[in-house]
């Protein structure tokens, strides 16, 4: 059964800390993304990769980082969380690109940021 | 105008009736489309691609109109399970949008 595990469900911070959200997936999959989705604004995309050390920014990569380091794993980082931060991040892999695009989602990190 | 628009709903029906949610694009040179469905407080999963010819996967019917831009679902015979958000996915080249997804309540 295909997987992609986020390593929190919940997570709480505070303003000004350094927040790491890690990813992995065993499908071996090349591309993998880091979205946010935020009520009435779907998924916005933050960053992607579509292999080992590459990164690509998506449309909101303000405030955020990425690392990936291992084909599997895929890390978001927020430097120094903000309020505005809060929501719910979920992390995909995929295949590369074709016509036939279906990306697996992790549960998802919901995110508060006091 | 946003890349990718749909009715938020949300959309409440009785079992077994036949509900429809149509999703429009701004980008004429959009390629793939596709519908997800997510359950509250899960994570999306592919429900069907979109074809130009149209297609059919049991209850659900997916339409593409390129020359008007938009994609349609068909859901027949309603069941409580089909309650979800359903999300419209258009892909351009390399970029995959999401759109903001329609709600859907089946009542008993």
């Known amino acids: 059964d295909v997987k992609v595990t986020q390593s929190s469900r919940y997570l709480v911070k505070r303003t000004g800390e350094k927040v790491f959200l890690e990813c992995v997936q065993d499908?071996?999959?090349?591309?993998m993304f880091w979205y946010r989705q935020d009520p009435g604004l779907g998924l916005r995309l933050i960053y992607f990769?579509?292999?080992?050390?590459?990164?690509e920014k998506g449309d909101i990569p303000e405030g955020y980082s990425v690392s990936r380091e291992k084909k599997e794993r895929f890390s978001l980082i927020l430097e120094s969380a903000s309020t505005n931060q809060t929501s719910m991040y979920l992390c995909?892999?995929?295949?590369?690109?074709?016509?036939?695009?279906?990306?697996?989602f992790g549960p998802g990190t919901r995110l508060t940021v006091l | 105008r946003k890349e990718v628009e749909q009715d938020p709903g949300p959309f409440n029906v009785p079992e077994g009736a036949t509900v429809a949610f149509n999703c429009t694009y701004s980008?004429?040179?959009?390629?793939?489309f596709f519908w997800y469905r997510q359950d509250c407080r899960k994570e999306p999963k592919l429900l069907m691609s979109?074809?130009?010819s149209g297609n059919e996967d049991g209850r659900f019917t997916a339409q593409l109109n390129r020359a008007s831009q938009y994609i349609s679902l068909l859901i027949r015979d309603s069941k409580l399970s089909d309650s979800a958000t359903y999300l419209c996915?258009?892909?351009?080249?390399?970029?995959?949008?999401f759109g903001p997804g329609t709600s859907l309540s089946v009542i008993p």
């Open positions: 995909a892999s995929s295949f590369p690109d074709s016509d036939y695009n279906e990306q697996f």
């Open positions: 979109v074809y130009s």
């Open positions: 499908m071996d999959h090349e591309n």
């Open positions: 980008n004429s040179a959009s390629q793939s």
């Open positions: 996915v258009v892909k351009e080249y390399d970029k995959v949008i």
């Open positions: 990769s579509y292999d080992v050390k590459m990164k």
